[in-house]
């Protein structure tokens, strides 16, 4: 029994650590080891399962060109995101539901750190990379959290179009 309780207590302290770490700064490959999470948005891909690559710039005029992509479902895109200002920015994929809860937190906590492979935070001149396989049809969305960034209109949308007939 006590065998039982200390193997359970490890599992449950083991998870714990796994889910806190999802949410804690660190480098692509740290995020490598965990596996993809499947989103409604779709899932994290690797660079073996791109079909084709975007590149979405970013700048201080709180806009991101293009501001609207078209994929078809099950697509893995690499979104090579650019930051052409001097600000720091970021792109986060999502529903809209999703992002303007987050952006609302973001606003009320400025410093929080967070992260996830539909996430890239780019500072001024850099460019970084999204690995995302598209396996939801619908319409997605992608904006820039940071306050303010996503008030004054930092955002696009992602049309997945299914590839599936429906045969009623």
Known sequence: MKRLLIASLALAMSSTTSSAFAHAPGTHAERADMPPEQTAWGIGADEASVDREVVIRMDDAMRFYPHHLEVAEGETLRLVIHNEGQLLH???????????????????????????????????????????????????????????????????????????????
């Not at 992002?99 to 410093?111: G, K, R, T, Y």
């Open 90 to 168: 970021e792109l986060v994929l999502g529903t809209r539901e999703e992002l303007e809860e987050h952006a609302e937190m973001m606003e009320q906590f400025p410093n929080m750190e967070h992260d996830a492979p539909y996430m890239a935070h780019v500072d001024p001149g850099q460019s970084q990379d999204i690995i995302w396989t598209f396996n939801r049809a619908g319409r997605f969305e992608f904006a820039c959290l940071l306050p303010g960034h996503f008030q004054a209109g930092m955002k696009g949308a992602v049309q997945v179009t299914s590839t599936h007939q429906d045969h009623h």
